[in-house]
Nanobody, 118 residues
Framework: QEQLEESGGGLVQAGGSLSLSCRPS????????MGWYRQAPGKTRERVAR??????????SYLDSVKDRFTISRDRGENTVYLQMNNLKPEDTAIYYC?????????WGQGTQVTVSS
């Protein structure tokens, strides 16, 4: 069964930065998407960012509220995806879940807490 190794997150003041990383146990393939969802207490899970793993230029998508603040990137050699989060806001506080989508088969990471204090 595939597993996702997540790292990063933590506590930061508003306006600060944090980064997350996620590495699947299996090799990412061209038909793969990876990214993060987040879930705040009492709210539904929402997709924060996604990146494709195809050859050539990458394609990213973002939740509107994080555009221009968050950047998702990939490192093929490290088989790892990263999420750089800048200018964090208290409303970004949530558990962030990495996921990998292999042609519709989705595996979730265990989640990482991100807390932004005002």
């Amino acid at each position: 069964q595939e597993q996702l190794e997540e790292s990063g997150g933590g506590l930061v003041q508003a306006g600060g930065s944090l980064s997350l990383s996620c590495r699947p146990s299996g090799r990412a393939l061209s038909s793969t998407y990876m990214g993060w969802y987040r879930q705040a207490p009492g709210k539904t899970r929402e997709r924060v960012a996604r990146i494709n793993w195809g050859y050539g230029s990458s394609s990213q998508s973002y939740l509107d509220s994080v555009k221009d603040r968050f950047t998702i990137s990939r490192d093929r050699g490290e088989n790892t995806v990263y999420l750089q989060m800048n200018n964090l806001k208290p409303e970004d506080t949530a558990i962030y879940y990495c996921y990998i989508d292999r042609a519709g088969r989705i595996t979730w990471g265990q989640g990482t807490q991100v807390t932004v204090s005002s």
